[in-house]
């Protein structure tokens, strides 16, 4: 396993162009954060409404819209989520998982995990 | 033409009767920002209280669904509006426009309180699908274009979105009910 080192941090300009290096090979290797994974209820819509996120990541549902709304899938729940109000749910496994409003049952998504 | 059809055509004359009404007694786009609020609010309070009549007269599974998805979508958008009034220290304004939906509302009950079952389903559903199309058509085509609060003005839009969506469902409902 790749560990960061402190070797020639803080010793100048070549040390910190090489760890900002690193830190941006990192980021192109690894998958996005989980954490940042929103999908947004706004417009009676889910936006985006595919998503893909990597094994073990979260995404958090936020309602924009003056009416409940709901994420609902075999595999999860948010439960009613009113305005401005939010749901993180964690995906531990690989799939692709549907879920739709049920309030709302026009309103669908999928999230994708790799 | 059918005796359902029938039916649902005259719901929906007596709902546009009752713009009809308003529209000469005082024009929608003619209606100041706390009028608008007015109607707006009486139009979604309207659709409540047709649902809490599906509720007591309806055993169709997808009818009370629908009914209960009015219920919360409606008082929802109604909260929001209060809130906003409430920020604005704004009261809204009692209008004949407000006072033609009520009537229009009051007649269209009469008639319904009187049906049950299957009757009752399908006029429910085509009462709900005439109505969105004629609340979306005031929103959108009148108050959405006068109102002059900008908050007010996005909330409305915000609304008309759910409204739209409403109408579609209604079609859906009128078309597994019959006709």
Not at chain 1, 6 to 12: I, V
Not at chain 1, 31 to 35: K, L, M, V
Not at chain 2, 26 to 32: C, F, G, S
């Given at each position: 396993m790749t560990q960061v080192t402190?070797?020639?941090?803080?010793?100048?300009w070549w040390s910190r162009r090489r760890i900002l290096g690193a830190l941006s090979l990192a980021a192109f290797v690894r998958?996005?954060?989980?954490?940042g994974a929103t999908v947004e209820m706004q417009q009676l819509k889910f936006a985006p409404a595919e998503i893909e996120i990597p094994m073990g990541g979260t995404v958090t549902f936020v309602n924009l819209d003056l009416v409940p709304h709901t994420a609902t899938g075999e595999d999860f729940d948010t439960g009613t989520l009113r305005k401005e109000e939010r749901k993180e749910i964690a995906f531990p496994a690989a799939g692709e998982f549907t879920y739709l409003c049920k309030f709302h049952r026009h309103m669908t998504g999928r999230v994708i995990v790799r | 033409m059918s005796r359902n059809l029938l039916a649902g055509l005259a719901l929906a004359a007596t709902l546009a009767a009752g713009f009809a009404g308003s529209a000469t007694a005082?024009?929608?786009?003619?209606?100041?920002d706390l009028e608008i609020a007015h109607a707006a609010y009486v139009a979604g309070d309207i659709d409540i209280r047709n649902a809490h009549l599906a509720l007591a007269l309806s055993d169709d599974p997808k009818v009370r669904e629908f009914a209960e998805l009015m219920i919360r979508d409606h008082e929802a958008v109604n909260q929001a509006a209060l809130a906003l009034l409430h920020k604005l220290k704004a009261e809204p304004q009692d209008n004949a426009f407000s006072q033609a939906l009520l009537k229009g509302a009051h007649d269209t009950w009469a008639k319904m309180v009187k049906l049950s079952g299957h009757e009752f389903d399908k006029s429910y559903a085509a009462n709900e699908l005439s109505y969105h199309q004629t609340v979306n058509h005031v929103v959108g085509d009148a108050f959405i274009p006068n109102v002059e609060n900008a908050e007010l003005k996005t909330l409305l839009g915000s609304a008309l979105d759910t409204f739209k969506a409403h109408e579609l469902h209604a079609a859906e409902i009128v078309k597994e009910v019959g006709s």
């Open positions: 402190t070797r020639g941090a803080g010793s100048g998958p996005a954060r989980a954490e | 005082q024009d929608p786009a003619k209606l100041n």
